[in-house]
């Protein structure tokens, strides 16, 4: 059974890091790309971050650059993303999802998916 587990999401000043883990299951993540979404109230869905399957190539959306970074460890089957210089706009539920696609078509195109509970970010002081 295919699963994705969000986890690591919590409430922190703006200013401040979390990490957040999706752990993968039930196929081998190594031959897929993966990545982070969100969705903040009354908004859609967005990539956020995206990292390939093999050369470590990886897509990250203009609001979120130089302060978040994607990483991935297969031998874990886990993919992390590291949150840094938090603001009260990342408020939002964080997904994570796999496909054996591009990053960038990973987090860009439109696709429907069936997500898991994510996990709550919520940035305020």
């Known amino acids: 059974q295919v699963q994705l587990v969000e986890s690591g999401g919590g409430l922190v000043q703006p200013g401040g890091s979390l990490r957040l883990s999706c752990a993968a299951s039930?196929?081998?993540?190594?031959?897929?790309?993966i990545g982070w979404f969100r969705q903040a109230p009354g908004k859609e869905r967005e990539g956020v971050s995206c990292?390939?399957?093999?050369?470590?190539?990886?897509y990250y959306a203009d609001s979120v650059k130089g302060r978040f970074t994607i990483s991935r460890d297969n031998a874990k089957k886990t993919a992390y993303l590291q949150m840094n210089s938090l603001k009260p706009e990342d408020t939002a539920v964080y997904y994570c999802?796999?496909?054996?696609?591009?990053?960038?078509?990973?987090?860009?195109?439109?696709?429907?998916?069936?997500w898991g509970q994510g996990t709550q970010v919520t940035v305020s002081s």
């Open positions: 990292i390939s399957s093999s050369d470590g190539s990886t």
């Open positions: 999802a796999a496909e054996p696609i591009s990053p960038f078509n990973l987090c860009v195109l439109p696709r429907r998916r069936t």
């Open positions: 039930g196929f081998i993540l190594d031959y897929y790309a």
